[in-house]
């Protein structure tokens, strides 16, 4: 028996999942993001504690004989976060997430001090990583940088919690901005750029090896018969391709979930920084991806019905099965930026072609159409990258809108697959990284493909006219930013 744990931002998810690879229950504890100022995310880390005792204390209840044969643990977790800790590894200050974006200033100045990052570290620095945090820490709260000892992030800080051992994958290291991404280790340059040293960082680890033993007081708790072996697990997109078994070169997926996604796996490490492309390791040993992000992407329909006041099931309602044509109305969907391809952490969202004819459908059909506008964006620029795609899984909560991914695949060009048994999250990915690390099992006999229950094509009746919506669409950029400068 294994277990996945899933830090994510709104949620943490546990499940337990057998030698079969059958979930066999979860449980799923809901967290809360702090906005202390605009353009600010935070979020306590003793919060992220008690949701995983009161989730895992909860599988215990439901399956106490399957619990009690649990021998190992795997760990997902949303990336980015700054976890401060003093000599005594006490929290120093609230955890600075993913999508804060206070520390844009803070990126001009690191790769001012690091030249080499881009090339080094995969990536343009952007105001979501790591490292400019801790420059942003350094200028405004300086007593708390002086006495922070170690730096952690956020599923790091939950393995320190479960086994006491500061440890961390080579996935989400990578989306520190600290790591030598082509060599799988800590950069000291990038460091020096934020005033640390290794000494301030978790020992590497590959995803899929051991990494620690739960602590025996919280084995005794749960009832396991001997304390589970914790592996070096991943950061949630990395997780999450291990969970749909993307983990040979070529293999690609679509996230669309709060936000999007597009990986695609590589054999090497292929920087592309222009156009905010990610360059990364991937948590399987001497595998590496290329991703992009969009950062409103089912989000951008939740904000949507929270105007409008209705349900997203609501708001889907009003819509036919199939669109005849793109709606009247254009959405751009920066609501908290853009990461790929414009790197602009100040452009914000906006509806245009708005009439005294347009509904409230033709608003929700827009925003479908604008965030997967903003998913071709991401694709053709990967393309430019050297990776070329043609199909992918989609996987997200909004992958259960086959409208949704109807327009997704005519507007990106590709054909995408749906799969049979329901979405494939970063905590199955987790307990397949657990078994593969207590198991030793190869990873290619572990991480099986989901089934496919369809595959959605392009549809070339509406091709033409997604294009020039494209055209509209990546036109309204200038625009815009022209205005937030003004």
């Keep these: 028996m294994f277990v996945g744990i899933d830090l994510g931002t709104s949620a943490l998810k546990a499940v337990l999942v ?30 992220w504690w008690a949701a995983l005792m009161g989730a895992m204390d ?27 800790l003093d000599s005594h590894g006490a929290v120093l200050r609230p955890c600075i997430l993913w999508n804060d974006e206070r520390a844009a200033r803070e990126c001009t100045e690191f790769e001012h001090r690091f030249p080499r990052s881009r090339q080094v570290c995969g990536t343009i620095a952007m105001p979501g990583f790591t490292a400019p945090k801790l420059i942003w820490v350094a ?18 800080w939950l393995r320190y919690r479960l086994s006491g051992e500061m440890l961390e994958d080579m996935s989400d290291a990578s989306g520190s901005l600290w790591l030598d991404v082509g060599q799988r280790q800590w950069s000291h340059e990038a460091l020096a750029a934020t005033g640390l040293t290794t000494a301030h960082m978790p020992a590497l680890v590959e995803g899929t090896a051991r990494a620690g033993w739960l602590d025996q007081d919280l084995a005794r708790r749960w009832g396991m018969k001997a304390r589970p072996v914790i592996a070096g697990s991943a950061g949630d997109n990395a997780a ?10 070529g293999a690609s997926f679509l996230s669309l979930g709060t936000s999007g996604v597009v ?51 609501d708001l889907l309602a009003e819509l036919p099965p199939a669109v005849a044509r793109p709606s009247p109305v254009v959405f751009l969907p920066y609501l908290s930026g853009d ?19 347009t509904t409230r459908a033709d608003m929700t059909q827009a925003v479908l159409e604008g965030v997967a506008c903003s998913f071709r964006d991401v694709v053709d620029v990967l393309a430019q990258a050297g990776s070329v795609m043609t199909q992918a899984d989609v996987i997200g909560g ?74 509209r669409y990546r036109g309204l950029y200038p625009a815009m930013r022209s205005l937030e400068t003004v």
């Design 18 to 47: 057998d030698g079969a690879q059958q979930v066999l229950g979860s449980s799923t504890r809901p967290l809360r993001v702090s906005t202390p100022h605009a353009g600010w995310s935070e979020q306590a880390p003793q919060d």
């Design 58 to 84: 909860a599988l215990a209840a439901a399956h106490p004989r399957e619990m009690a044969g649990v021998t190992g643990i795997g760990l997902s977790g949303q990336q980015h976060g700054a976890v401060l």
């Design 139 to 156: 200028r405004h709260e300086p007593d708390i940088f002086h006495a922070t000892r170690h730096v952690l992030l956020p599923k790091a």
């Design 240 to 249: 999450g391709a291990v969970g749909l078994g993307a983990v040979a070169a």
């Design 263 to 313: 990986w695609v796996t590589t054999d090497r490490f292929r920087p592309h920084p222009d156009g905010g492309v990610h360059a990364f390791c991937h948590t399987v040993p001497q595998t590496w991806h290329q991703m992009g992000v969009t950062l409103s992407a089912a989000s951008s329909l939740a904000w949507w019905a929270q105007i409008a006041g209705l349900s997203v099931a």
């Design 339 to 357: 990461r790929t391809p414009h790197n602009d952490a100040d452009i914000r969202g906006v509806f245009a072609g708005l009439s005294h004819d």
């Design 398 to 471: 909004g992958s259960r809108s086959a409208l949704w991914v109807s327009i997704l695949s005519t507007v990106t060009g590709l054909s995408l697959h749906r799969l049979a048994h329901g979405e494939v999250d970063g905590a199955f990915g987790a307990a397949r990284l657990a078994r593969i690390a207590v198991t030793g099992e190869s990873v290619a006999a572990v991480c099986l493909p989901p089934q496919r229950r369809e595959t959605v094509t392009p549809d070339p009746a509406l091709g033409d006219a997604y294009h020039a919506r494209q055209a």
